[in-house]
């Protein structure tokens, strides 16, 4: 045996091993979205729906006394303009920024307006990959199908339905996409197709429409799940896959006005304060529309849920694999719509299959595509499904009793949290038992909140205890018995005593008022004084008496809705071990442009993950908690916290201003308290800022932001009375501290910094990125690299207090240019013994990057760098790995440089140096009274409401035939399922054995071939 027979052995079980992979290695087409303001355009808002001539002279009235004529309304020519309409869409002509605010507040002051916003444009881009465009065939009609089958009515079971003539028949399904070729073979009723981009032509030309359209009502191929289903195709997207708000706005009036049951709308975006569309979507659900969305396809991480499917009143549908696993695009995690005051909400509600599913082709055939854009279609599908084999309990369906029914036939998923898959996977046949059987009634997402269940993670992550922060839990409030209700007094707080509830105390917060069919509760819970040594669980339950109005019956209806709480408690850790995270200065995309932290990645302009330890810093907040540290959130001013209760204030990538009085009372905190500070900045130079000016090609907009990467002349100040200050210069490079791989990704640099015997600064060799935005080159590693300080230890001395700013660092110092980290030789100057005794003063740690604890586009994580900072912040230790990179001795003033400025904000947006309008009083919460329960027994489901309703009594046979059908299929399914996973297991453990065989006879060959050449030639 050769060399070459070798090669082509190992090609061949590298071949094998590659064929094994297909299946899991296929990629495919998912969507990203674009959002954009639309220069000197603008939405007008009224109140009431009005004609055209109407809605004109109000406008004309207020503008024209006012001798302002340099507007215009933008015509609109679609079948909307001959109903009424509550919007108008106006064009300032001249472009001065006076004159185009003068005219908004003119318009805005009519009292028939209610809002004048701006235009906004969307552009989704479909990444088509190689799967979109080579699995285009004609498979036929197979009824009979492998149970691998990638058609979603297949595995769904949706043929059970099907033979008892549930076929989605009666039920009108409007989908918003790119439109649908007339005469499409694989559909039976496309009842209207309409146009209402600027485009002429209906027919589709990117296939994403038509592919949406064939999951849901497909009659041929590759089917769907609701084949005569009657469709409404509203094209809102250009072949280029431009749209815009108002286009959205007049396609959804004449949703309402035909009356169509459910909606499908596979986008989805950032900008959740798109106040029109928000309002309009609320418009929608309150005309008994049931709209399904997608989740967004930015997963995996945390804080991506895209809008509209974050609403409560929308369902919301992430993308699950065929063997189900979560996907990896499928977005997750909470909203960020309350942060960072309050909490997200569970804006993901189901999970289905979203990989590699098979619908319809442009003209004919079959495709195969993956993103949420494709799930969304499916639960559609499924609720046409729904409503058609329910046609006779029509009144009692509404955007709340599908969304319940949907869910509460939800299967869990092993090992995924709640923020992952929502209320589980689809199921279809217990759905349909589900809606069967179903009485109107009110029900609350989640449910329950469980500690001891890691389900609920992150609240199964951390244990309260007496003195952390308030844990929050906001709750969605489903009403399935009328679009508009009340909550009734306050809600009650019943602790289980025989559970130990009586060491917890509960507040909370709530809508007076649940419309359209949904509403929210916060539950703010805290461990009290007399929980301090407990360690253990703690139960109890809050009460809620909602009123509901019968809108045929014009009857008032009280249910009582209760929200069971599990509390892990521990006790109070140690100082050293407890971290405050300031979430209270973070800032995000929408309302404002803040720009992405790492600027290499240009296909992601905007920081809109909120900065949350449940977002995208969640890796970090699972490395830390599992090294023993807890970590609260402020999401108050600094004046509102109990410094003596914490070791380390963390500060990450704050983009807020920080008021006089916070930097007062964090120099108090540090000197006095002995509270240390660590912080991870970012880039941030105004020229760069203006180089990045969000450009959108649609609207010729420039967008200019309002910070850099995060707020250095914020930090500056903040840090001015400890004699600290970061610089404008923007570094990036891959280097090393001692054994660790570093990647400075767009980061600042120290040019400030105390010159203590016994403080370290430590520098890095980086290229200026910052100089190559600026001058447009393709890369800053031509020029040579700068050695600058990125890394500073402090430790405060109240005996020079105000004094520590007599040495600058400076970034030019030519002696050092050139020079590479190298560890310093010679004694260790500190060691761990010597730091027992911990001086009173706290410290300060600081570091020019924080990309590399953000999970949204890690390369080098730096978590041990963190851990190292935590060291040094809570306990006085100095690694001895910086005590040997230590450079202050280096680092020495040559020449003073003005410290960054801050940029004027573009005018579309409030500054972010707008003091006058933050938030500076301290949350005061309203402790509930404890009610104690007569009894301490199981709590009992709120009771249903009683419905007179003889149609349905006479319905009651045929849905239970329909419901021992239903529960043959669902024990069948689940045999199948069990057999599935034994055939895959069996399969797995067949393909690990052949592996093994394969790479031991492999190894036989080159021992004996070894042997040959050394014994035998």
Request: proline share 5%.
């Amino acid at each position: 045996m050769n060399v070459h027979t070798i090669i082509c052995l190992i090609h061949a079980i590298s071949g094998w091993i590659l064929f094994q992979c297909i299946p899991a290695c296929t990629t495919s087409e998912t969507d990203t979205f674009k959002t954009t303001v639309v220069p000197n355009e603008f939405i007008v808002q009224f109140h009431f729906k009005y004609f055209p001539t109407v809605r004109e002279s109000y406008i004309r009235t207020k503008l024209l006394s006012s001798n302002l004529s340099n507007w215009r309304i933008l015509p609109r020519n679609n079948l909307a303009s001959q109903f009424p309409s509550d919007f108008d869409i106006l064009r300032v002509l001249d472009k001065e920024n006076s004159s185009v605010e003068q005219i908004v507040k003119k318009v805005a002051s009519h009292p028939s307006v209610k809002a004048v916003v701006p235009q906004r444009s969307v552009q989704r881009t479909l990444a088509w990959a190689l799967n979109g465009t080579q699995s285009r065939q004609t498979l036929g009609i197979v009824r009979k199908e492998d149970k691998r089958s990638r058609r979603v009515s297949s595995v769904l079971h949706a043929n059970v339905l099907w033979n008892l003539g549930i076929t989605g028949k009666g039920v009108k399904v409007a989908i918003f996409d790119t439109g649908l070729s007339k005469n499409h073979p694989h559909f039976r009723t496309v009842k209207e197709r309409t146009n209402w981009t600027n485009e002429k032509s209906l027919d589709d030309k990117v296939s994403h429409g038509t592919f949406v359209a064939g999951v849901i009502a497909s009659s041929k191929e590759c089917l769907g799940l609701a084949p005569d289903a009657e469709l409404y195709i509203f094209k809102v997207f250009t072949n280029s896959q431009v749209s815009y708000t108002s286009w959205f706005l007049d396609a959804f009036n004449y949703a309402i006005h035909r009356k169509v049951n459910i909606l499908n709308l596979s986008i989805g975006g950032p900008d959740f304060m798109d106040s029109p569309f928000v309002e309009k979507v609320l418009e929608l659900s309150a005309n008994n529309v049931i709209m399904v969305s997608s989740a967004g396809n930015d997963g995996p991480l945390y804080g991506t849920l895209n809008n509209p499917g974050d609403q409560s009143d929308v369902i919301g549908v992430g993308g699950i694999q065929f063997d189900d696993k979560i996907a990896k695009f499928s977005s997750r995690g909470m909203t960020t719509w309350e942060l960072p005051l309050g909490y997200g909400r569970l804006g993901l509600d189901i999970v289905t299959y979203g990989s590699q599913v098979e619908g319809s082709d442009v003209r004919t055939g079959c495709r195969r595509l993956s993103g949420t854009s494709v799930s969304s279609p499916v639960v559609a599908g499924v609720a046409a499904l729904l409503i058609s084999g329910a046609f006779h309990r029509m009144e009692l369906i509404n955007p709340a009793s599908l969304k319940q029914v949907i869910i509460e036939g939800a299967e869990k998923l092993p090992t995924y949290n709640m923020f992952e898959q929502g209320q589980g996977k689809l199921s279809l046949l217990k759905s349909m038992q589900s809606l069967l059987s179903y009485r109107p009634k009110i029900s609350l997402v989640p449910p329950l909140l469980d500690y001891t269940s890691n389900y609920m993670w992150p609240y199964s992550s951390q244990p309260l205890y007496f003195g952390s922060s308030v844990a929050i839990v906001n709750v969605t409030i489903l009403n399935g018995i009328s679009v508009t209700s009340r909550v009734v007094g306050t809600p009650k707080w019943i602790p289980d005593v025989e559970h130990n509830g009586h060491f917890l105390k509960i507040s909370t917060r709530y809508s007076p008022t649940l419309w359209p069919w949904t509403g929210w509760m916060a539950v703010y819970i805290a461990v009290n004084k007399d929980g301090e040594g407990y360690e253990g669980v703690a139960k109890g339950k809050i009460s809620l008496i909602i009123e509901s109005l019968r809108d045929k019956s014009n009857e008032t209806v009280s249910s009582e809705v209760i929200f069971p709480l599990t509390i892990k408690v521990t006790q109070k850790p140690p100082r050293n071990k407890r971290i405050l995270w300031d979430q209270y200065h973070s800032l995000r995309y929408p309302p404002r442009y803040i720009p992405r932290d790492d600027l290499k990645v240009k296909s992601d302009p905007l920081d809109w993950r909120a900065d949350h330890i449940h977002t995208n810093f969640k890796d970090m907040y699972t490395y830390l908690r599992n090294v023993g540290y807890y970590i609260d959130v402020l999401r108050e001013p600094y004046t509102c916290f109990n410094a003596s209760d914490y070791g380390t204030l963390l500060i990450v990538d704050p983009e807020k201003e920080f008021d006089d009085a916070e930097v007062h009372i964090l120099r108090e905190h540090v000197h006095k308290d002995g509270l240390s500070v660590v912080i991870f900045a970012d880039w941030y130079n105004t020229t760069v800022m203006k180089k990045i000016k969000f450009f959108d090609e649609n609207t010729r907009q420039w967008w200019i932001p309002d910070t850099g990467g995060a707020n250095i002349p914020a930090l500056n100040d903040l840090l001015q009375p400890f004699g600290i200050a970061f610089g404008d210069f923007v570094g990036e490079a891959h280097f090393k501290l001692g054994d660790h791989s570093m990647y400075y990704a767009s980061g600042t640099t120290i040019v400030k910094f105390p010159a203590n015997p016994n403080d370290i600064v430590v520098g890095a060799s980086l290229n200026d990125q910052g100089q190559s935005i600026i001058t447009g080159s393709k890369s800053s590693k031509k020029e040579p690299k700068k050695v600058v300080p990125i890394l500073g230890l402090f430790q405060t001395n109240s005996s020079n207090e105000g004094n520590n700013d007599a040495d600058t660092i400076s970034i030019d110092d030519p002696k050092h240019k050139g020079r590479f980290l190298r560890p310093k030789l010679g004694k260790r100057n500190l060691s761990y013994l010597q730091n027992v005794n911990v001086p009173h003063e706290g410290r300060i740690a600081v570091y020019g990057d924080s990309n590399c604890l953000d999970s949204t586009h890690i390369e080098k994580a730096c978590y041990w760098l963190l851990i190292t900072f935590l060291d040094f912040a809570m306990n006085a230790h100095k690694s001895s790995l910086l005590q040997n990179l230590n450079r202050m001795s280096e680092f020495r003033k040559v020449a003073d440089k003005p410290l960054p400025l801050r940029i004027s904000s573009n005018s579309s947006k409030p500054a972010v140096t707008d003091r006058s309008a933050r938030l500076l009083h301290c949350e005061q919460l309203d402790w509930l009274s404890p009610t104690l329960s007569k009894t301490n027994h199981h709590v009992e489901e709120q009771p249903t409401v009683e419905w007179v309703a003889s149609e349905l009594e006479r319905a009651e046979q045929q849905n239970n035939q329909i419901k021992q059908i239903l529960d043959a299929a669902i024990m069948k399914s689940s045999q199948d399922a069990e057999y599935l996973m034994g055939s895959q297991a069996d399969i797995s453990l067949g393909t690990s054995m052949m592996f093994i065989f394969c790479l031991s006879c492999f190894v036989i060959v080159l021992f004996v071939l070894f042997v040959k050449r050394r014994f035998i030639l």
